[in-house]
């Protein structure tokens, strides 16, 4: 049986949350990892708004105000992330990234807090279920446009998020370049869409020009 809709949101929290911490010691490549952390929290909040939090609010309708609420914070957490996303050169992005990591944060405490636990109280384990199935579809389907997998195959038993394979079959100078150079060298080519692509899809579109 599928995973319940409090458990697999909950786990998907997990994963974010250990996006978040990669985001705030800023190693690594900073476009790839705000690609990702885009991609997962707006597949996680597009979902829950799809398929969970109508049902919290339709089972008890003196639940809607703190839905509503839910809302408004996904609303608030998204309009962070645009401002990390928009300073990403830039020196005020240690900022904008405490202030987007602190909207989230206080968001998933009042749904560990207050609306899972209500959920929980409002429906019965087989609608929990179901919840947790739709979802779970929801979800996949959000990611799907974003090449990222979905968290059952993205998470490890142990709850890590599993990094890449990259397969080294000797490689091109793209293979060797890092994202950054990849986004660069697209920028120069002008290929559509560049700001959305993983390392793997600049790569591809840069061969296919050469
Ligand atoms: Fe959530
Ligand atoms: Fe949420």
Same mark, same amino acid.
């Given at each position: 049986?599928?995973?319940?809709? $409090? ?54 309708? =003196? ?11 996904? !609303? ?7 401002? $990390?996303?928009? !300073? ?26 207050? $609306? !899972? ?14 919840? =947790? ?9 959000? !990611? ?26 000797? =490689? ?20 559509? =869409? ?17």
């Amino acid at each position: 049986m599928a995973a319940d809709a $409090v458990t697999l949101i909950m786990n998907d929290h997990r994963l974010l949350e250990g996006l978040l911490a990669q985001l705030r010691t800023d190693q690594g490549d900073r476009h790839a990892l705000v690609e990702e952390i885009t991609a997962r929290l707006t597949a996680h909040a597009r979902a829950e708004e799809q398929e969970v939090y109508p049902a919290i609010a339709q089972a008890d309708p =003196g639940e809607k105000p703190e839905v509503d609420h839910a809302y408004d914070e996904h !609303l608030q957490a998204e309009h962070e992330l645009a401002k $990390v996303r928009n !300073l990403i050169a830039s020196p005020h992005f240690g900022d904008a990234v405490t202030a987007f990591v602190a909207a989230v944060k206080h968001h998933v405490e009042e749904e560990e807090n207050e $609306v !899972l636990p209500r959920l929980r109280e409002v429906v019965d384990a087989d609608t929990l279920h179901r919840l =947790g199935a739709a979802f779970a579809r929801a979800q996949a389907r959000e !990611l799907a446009s974003t090449g990222f997998a979905a968290p059952d195959e993205a998470v490890d038993a142990d709850g890590h998020a599993q990094t890449e394979t990259v397969v080294d079959d000797g =490689g091109d100078e793209f293979d060797k370049a890092t994202r950054d150079e990849l986004y660069e060298m697209a920028k120069k080519a002008d290929i559509a =869409g560049r700001s959305g692509m993983k390392k793997e899809e600049l790569a591809k579109e840069l061969r296919k020009q050469r």
